[in-house]
Every structure is written in C-alpha cells, then in structure tokens.
C-alpha cells in the first residue's frame, strides 16, 4: 500500500537579504505516513519542525524557500503545486492546527461564521444543512450547546474551547491530513488531556493521519504510532514509538528521554550539555556531537547517514554500526 504522505530528503533553507547567509532549517528530512496513521516530530526548539510542516502545506515565509527533495501526497507531488492549487488542497485535502488559537481565530466573527467558511468552499454545503454541519462539528470536538455557542466570538470562550474551535475548522473540509503543530502548549494539563482523547476520537471516527509536533514525548507515547526524532534540521532517529521508548540508539533520543520525569523514580533528570547549534554555522561531521556524551573522533569528521535497526527503525549515528557489531559476536559465540 502506498503512503499517504511521503517526504523525501526535503530542503528548505532561509536565505538573508542579499542572500549572504543561509539557514539549513530543514536538511535531507524523509518519512512517510500511511492514512489513519499518527507521527510525532518531537526534538529542542529551532530544530526544524514548524519549517518541515509549513513545507509541506506551502505556507513557508518570504524568507525560506524549499532547494531539493520531494513532498508527495495522495500520489501527488506538491512541491511543484502553483500557490492557486495549493489553495485548493488546504483545507480540503492537508489542515493545520496552530500552538495559539487566537492566531487562527478572528476576533471579529462569529464561531459560525469560521467553522462554516471551509465546509461552504470546500464542500459546497449551504444553508440549513451548513448549519447543521457546524453544530455537528462543534459537538464532534465535545463543545457543549453547540447551537449557542456557534453564535459567540473567541474572545467570549476559554483557552480549551478555541482550541476545539480550531479543531473543528480543521475538520470542516473533510481533511485526510491534520498537522498539529504544538495545539496543547497553552493549555493546563486537565484540559490538554480531554483535547487529546478528542483528537483521538475524531481520528478513529475519520481515518485522518496526523502530523504531531511537540516537546511532550509524554503526549507521543500517548498519541503516536510512529517517532521522528529532529536535530538541526535532520531526522535522526525514527521508528515505532514502543521501540524508541524501550531501546533508543541515537544518544540525543536518549538524552530526551532521560530528561522526561518518571513517576515513582526518585534519580535525577538528565540535562542535555550545551545548547542546539546554530544552523547557519553547523558543525562539521554530526552535528550532535559536541553535546555528544559517546562522541568519537569520527563524529567530528563524517556526518553518518541513516544506520537501518530494522526495516522500520533507522538512526543516524556510528555508534550504531558498533552496536549490530556486537550483537552479532554475542549472537556467533
């Protein structure tokens, strides 16, 4: 079966005026994801992720501008797309969830007015049965007395509720894609909880796929099927959640997990050393490896390429290679 989506050795690079400096924010990214199918794009702050999502959907800045690799969606390729047919294909086809739903809401319409808008252009619904779409919409997101609430603004709602607002104009133009890029983050941790189990169900309900973004591999563990681990504008480690959370390869994956807190463990969290390099100057080799605990003289020297765990589950560092090395003569003896 064919992906829905399938990223491959993606760049998107931001140019300064004059184009004297160039910031590799997204640098070979390739994954794929099937239909009804949850990926979690986890990693620090600046590392690439927004970029990898606005590159997808064709929303990126004046400033950035995609320089190789392919985007292909339902068999089509969308890096060749014109602006006027990419119009067309978000909303109805690949929607995107925002960290602020004040960003996404205009204060000066009504919930009706923004939840109606891409069901009447990319469904073609009207009258009575528009509205009674965006009450199904609104109740499908767990919004109580929808046929009221649809009547209020975003400023006469609670943090939770747009965001659910924001969940149902997603949904409103019948998507095979969302992107949520961060939805919970302003959101305390009963709400963030009850807007999860509704993502969830609206997924079961659909078949739609998701793109996660977030810092909460608590949230991944939850949500996703599958993990891409981001560094300076790289993938380095991807595969199954269960796999990365049991038995990481790449020592960044394991730096984060050692840094999320257990319940019931009283060991101190791990904090990665340094900080995220800056990516209009990378490192030579892996770009990892000056905050690398196993760092060896090649790391400084040789970028490593994707080491392959199983079909499924690929890291790109040597220390792999090391680790099949020894598994192997343990295995002979």
């Known amino acids: ?17 004059g184009g004297t400096r160039v910031v590799k924010a997204v640098d070979g990214v390739s ?48 890096t060749d797309k014109r602006p006027r047919e990419m119009r067309r294909i978000r909303g109805r086809q690949i929607a995107m969830i925002l960290q602020d739903p004040m960003a996404s809401l205009n204060p000066l319409f009504s919930i009706y007015t923004q939840v109606a808008e891409p069901a ?8 009575r049965p528009l509205r009674r779409r965006v009450e199904e919409l609104l109740r499908s997101v767990r919004i109580p007395s929808p046929a009221t609430r649809m009547r209020e603004y975003p400023h006469q709602m609670s943090g939770g509720m747009r965001q659910r607002v924001v969940g149902a104009i997603a949904m409103a133009g019948g998507p095979k894609l969302i992107i949520a890029d961060e939805p919970t983050t302003n959101l305390d941790v009963t709400i963030q909880a009850q807007y999860l189990e509704v993502l969830k169900d609206i997924q079961q309900e659909s078949g739609v796929a998701l793109i996660f973004v977030t810092h909460n591999l608590g949230i991944v563990a939850k949500m996703c099927d599958k993990m891409a681990v981001m560094y300076a504008g790289q993938i380095v480690e991807q595969g199954p959640v269960r796999d990365l959370f049991r038995v990481a390869k790449h020592p960044y994956t394991q730096a984060l997990l050692g ?19 800056n990516l209009a100057y990378l490192p030579t ?40 090395k020894e598994q192997y003569a343990s295995a002979v003896a």
């Open 259 to 277: 840094s999320m807190p257990k319940l019931g463990s009283k060991e101190p969290l791990f904090a990665i050393p340094g900080q995220p390099p």
């Open 285 to 324: 080799g892996c770009a990892f490896h000056p905050r690398c605990p196993h760092a060896m003289p090649r790391c400084a020297t040789q970028e490593p390429g994707d080491r392959r765990i199983t079909p499924n589950w690929a890291a790109k560092c040597w220390l792999v290679d090391q680790q099949i």
């Open 120 to 127: 009447y252009y990319h469904q073609a619904i009207r009258g």
């Open 31 to 78: 994954f794929t994801l099937n239909e009804g199918q949850t990926i979690g794009l986890v990693g620090e702050s600046g590392c690439g992720k927004t970029t990898t999502c606005l590159s997808i959907v064709g929303l990126l800045p004046s400033a950035a501008r995609i320089v190789g690799g392919s985007v292909e969606f339902a068999g089509e390729e969308l």
């Open 1 to 17: 079966m064919e992906p829905l989506l399938r990223v491959s050795e993606l760049q998107t690079h931001y140019f300064s005026f």
